[in-house]
């Protein structure tokens, strides 16, 4: 699998261990690092080693291999999404219109929904949907769980504080019934934020 992902990427990074670097990465947790990502997948990979306090990358190579706490770290840097509340609006109008009269039309409303929102990184998406199934009455009988790689996003989710950028999106009566200013933030109503449970989790394991 490693050679597969190296294949075109060792002469785009500026070191060669980097490439390996970014191969183990991937292979790690499933996040591809394309060509066009090559600049900024080398500086947070070099971001990540400074951090390690590991001058030689080939030494960084190899202890990243044997260490979670440094695989870690390197995912701080590299898994990062760019996100917003109500991001792919086709999705979530599809999900309102088809998926969840299908699913109450056949289990019924009173039916304990389970909800998985996997990759959610800061959380708007998670929270967009809580949003969207409180609309329809059924965020009560709902169990959402949101899931990441990134424990620093992770953090970031679960305190339910955004930025105004992340709300380009909310239009002013969604702002009203489910957020509320906090001097330059913003942030969920409570019971959003208390309905959704975030864990960490790698797509790519077993469990």
């Not at 992902?5 to 970014?22: E, N, P, Q, V």
């Not at 991001?87 to 929904?113: C, F, I, K, Y």
């Amino acid at each position: 699998m490693t050679r597969d992902i190296l294949t075109g990427m060792g002469a785009a990074f500026s070191h060669a261990a980097y490439a390996r670097i970014a191969a183990l990465f991937t292979a790690r947790t499933g996040i591809l690092c394309p060509l066009s990502r090559i600049d900024g997948v080398e500086s947070g990979i070099k971001r990540a080693q400074h951090a390690a306090q590991i001058p030689d990358a080939w030494d960084y190579l190899d202890r990243l291999a044997r260490s979670t706490e440094l695989l870690d770290g390197l995912i701080r840097e590299l898994a990062t999404g760019e996100t917003y509340f109500f991001r792919d609006s086709d999705q979530l109008q599809s999900l309102r219109t088809a998926v969840l009269p299908e699913l109450v039309g056949r289990l019924g409303r009173a039916h304990r929904l389970r909800i998985w929102s996997a990759g959610c990184s800061t959380g708007e998406e998670a929270y967009s949907l809580a949003m969207l199934l409180d609309q329809e009455g059924l965020l009560a009988h709902c169990d959402m769980l949101a899931t990441d790689i990134n424990p620093v996003a992770l953090a970031q989710a679960r305190t339910g504080s955004y930025r105004e950028w992340s709300m380009r999106e909310v239009d002013e009566s969604m702002r009203a019934r489910y957020f509320q200013q906090a001097g330059d933030r913003v942030c969920i109503a409570d019971r959003i934020r208390a309905a959704v449970r975030f864990e960490l989790h790698n797509l790519l394991s077993a469990s």
